[in-house]
């Protein structure tokens, strides 16, 4: 798939050759002959022909029943002429018979020249690949044409030629031109009826390529049936067997120096390494970038939108059943061209599933109460002055990236040096006056009772209730206590702080009933306003004001520097607290590979985001 090259200078003619060993040689002896550039291996008769048409090659060695039944469709027997007629529509032309037909044919060690010989010896040992055994043009209609008495058997072709030099099988079938047809004295038996299709050696090339490339015509010219099948099977066996390098081969038979063998480092370090490399680098970085693009925000979907999952997965796992030379034969035509593209475009797709599937597996596996309890405490808004500060630079010293956005605004009373009437006078005067009325018309009604959860019995009922105040409210949406791991969570937590002598949750009792809940935290001098809930039935009351106005004295009395109501915009908190700070989202990027490219795409997308505002 990485074989696909840029394309070349527009003078040079450009020879393709298909993904097997004698084309290899053919491509070679082409391009050496006419000095121009091999693209080898681009693939099979599928992605030449489509080459072919869009000009990234003008030319390769084809066969002339592959041309008429893989690219015209059709089974009949057609000479050069013919083929020629019906290649004049598709802007295609055939000529230069190179001078053998790599056909199928029958092997063997006997005495026998013809196969219509074997025909009179049914003691013959037969054995036949399964491919053979089952096409038309095989097995099934060389019985019938010659009458062969014989019942084959199948095996795997690459051990047939093992099996005929043992003697355990006495005919197999072969393509006329293979490798080891030399070196195992193999006799091919002559087609006499003529039942196997002709497969002669050719040039397929593009109508205009002649008049473009004159020279290169004229050299290929001389090479017209100067290869017979004798020559063909002894380059095959060169460079198949005696692992001669295929330019090699193709320079030894044109007559050129043929040196010393290459070694294994020559060959790897050939004078097209660095070239070659460096596309080799393009194409595998910019299609990874691309799948990250993609593959990222997709595993985000699929993770967050659960319908979404399964289609995302099975569309990205799709793509990994489809072989390589089948999806390329796809994208070539699809892209109208041969090369970059359809690489970049297969090596995209081929890297989009495990990149869809990891982020998809990263944010599915972080358990849902841990993602819950982190938002209930608002650790995504942290002040700037933070303890999360020393944790981030100690982070950093150990190559951790960190980019701190926006998180909104933290509303706090400054209470240093203030009482009750102090602070109440720094509060707008009707809020004040309210407020003081509230607290009057309540205390006139009820016999008030504002008292501190001393115990963990106290501590759970009070908890309990104030999770039902806030289901009742919210419909259980919108609340810090909408799952049950999050009552859990907060159960764990009050618990936890009330040992330590932290946890501040106070009962407001009317006349004995209970009829709000606050649920808060002190340490080291300041009150942490977290939440609180109370009884719709008292709303005429305004028991959420009196609840505020009682809790803030109440830290008044405890001695705080501060009251700190944590994270909000909600315009009553601004009513109590005139001052704000800015809370900042830190998101950390632990150091290895995966890290620093979640880093720069999270970077990339907020330059995006803020050109987007922009514009």
């Avoid at 106290?458 to 949406?477: G, I, K, M, N, V």
Wanted: net charge positive; proline share 4%; hydrophobic share 45%.
């Amino acid at each position: 798939m990485l074989a696909a090259v840029l394309p070349a200078h527009a003078e040079t003619v450009k020879v393709g050759s298909k993904r097997f060993t004698e084309s290899y040689i053919l491509g070679e002896l082409l391009a050496r002959a006419a000095g121009g550039e091999h693209k080898p291996g681009l693939g099979n008769t599928a992605i030449l022909y489509e080459a072919l048409k869009n000009g990234a090659v003008d030319v390769y060695p084809e066969y002339t029943g592959t041309i008429a039944r893989e690219i015209l469709k059709t089974e009949e027997s057609l000479d050069l002429a013919q083929l020629n007629r019906r290649l004049q529509p598709l802007g295609l032309a055939v000529s230069v018979p190179l001078g053998f037909s790599n056909s199928y044919a029958l092997g063997t060690r006997l005495p026998l020249r013809t196969i219509s010989e074997l025909a009179k010896r049914p003691e013959a040992r037969i054995g036949l690949s399964h491919e053979f055994l089952g096409r038309r043009d095989g097995w099934p209609g060389l019985k019938q044409a010659y009458r062969l008495p014989q019942t084959p058997r199948g095996l795997d072709h690459g051990l047939a030629y093992e099996a005929l030099a043992a003697g355990e099988l006495d005919v197999i079938d072969l393509y006329s031109t293979d490798a080891k047809i030399e070196r195992y004295r193999i006799g091919v038996l002559q087609d006499d009826r003529h039942f196997f299709p002709s497969y002669d050696a050719v040039l397929l090339y593009r109508a205009d390529a002649p008049k473009r490339f004159p020279e290169a015509f004229a050299a290929w010219k001389k090479l017209e049936n100067r290869i017979d099948n004798a020559t063909m099977v002894r380059l095959n066996a060169q460079a198949e067997i005696d692992k001669v390098p295929f330019a090699q081969v193709a320079a030894e038979y044109l007559g050129g120096d043929k040196g010393g063998r290459r070694s294994f480092w020559s060959a790897l370090f050939a004078p097209d390494f660095g070239r070659l490399l460096a596309q080799h680098l393009a194409l595998v970085f910019a299609s990874l970038a691309a799948a990250i693009l993609v593959g990222v925000p997709l595993g985000m979907v699929a993770a967050r939108q659960r319908w979404l999952e399964q289609p995302v997965l099975v569309a990205t796992g799709l793509v990994q059943t489809i072989p390589s030379l089948a999806l390329l034969a796809f994208l070539i035509p699809l892209t109208g061209t041969i090369g970059v593209w359809p690489a970049l475009i297969a090596l995209f797709l081929y890297a989009l599933l495990p990149i869809t599937r990891n982020a998809h597996a990263g944010l599915v596996q972080v358990p849902r109460g841990l993602i819950q309890s982190g938002t209930a405490l608002g650790l995504t808004h942290l002040a700037s002055s933070a303890a999360a500060a020393g944790l981030v630079n100690r982070l950093e010293r150990r190559g951790w990236a960190q980019v701190t956005t926006a998180g909104g605004i933290c509303p706090h009373i400054p209470l240093a040096g203030h009482t009750w009437d102090s602070y109440l006078a720094t509060l707008g005067a009707s809020h004040r006056a309210n407020v003081r009325r509230r607290l009057r018309a309540l205390e006139q009604k009820f016999d008030v009772q504002f008292e501190r959860v001393t115990g963990d019995g106290d501590r759970r009922e009070a908890l309990e209730r104030l999770t039902h105040y806030h289901q009742r409210r919210f419909d259980s949406r919108g609340t810090a206590f909408r799952t049950a791991a999050l009552c859990a969570f907060h159960d764990e937590v009050t618990r936890r702080f009330l040992e330590r002598g932290w946890l501040r949750m106070f009962v407001l009792r009317l006349n004995g009933a209970t009829a709000a809940v606050m649920y808060g935290f002190f340490h080291n001098r300041t009150f942490y306003f977290y939440q609180h809930g109370f009884d719709d039935s008292y709303q005429q009351y305004s028991i959420g004001l009196v609840l505020m106005a009682l809790t803030i004295r109440t830290a008044l009395e405890e001695g705080a520097a501060e009251f700190d109501m944590l994270w909000g915009t909600e315009p009553y908190k601004s009513l109590w607290a005139r001052q704000t700070r800015e809370l900042l989202n830190i998101h950390l990027f632990p150091p290895h590979l995966g890290g620093r490219l979640h880093h720069t795409l999270f970077c990339a997308r907020r330059r995006l985001s803020g050109l987007i505002h922009a514009s």
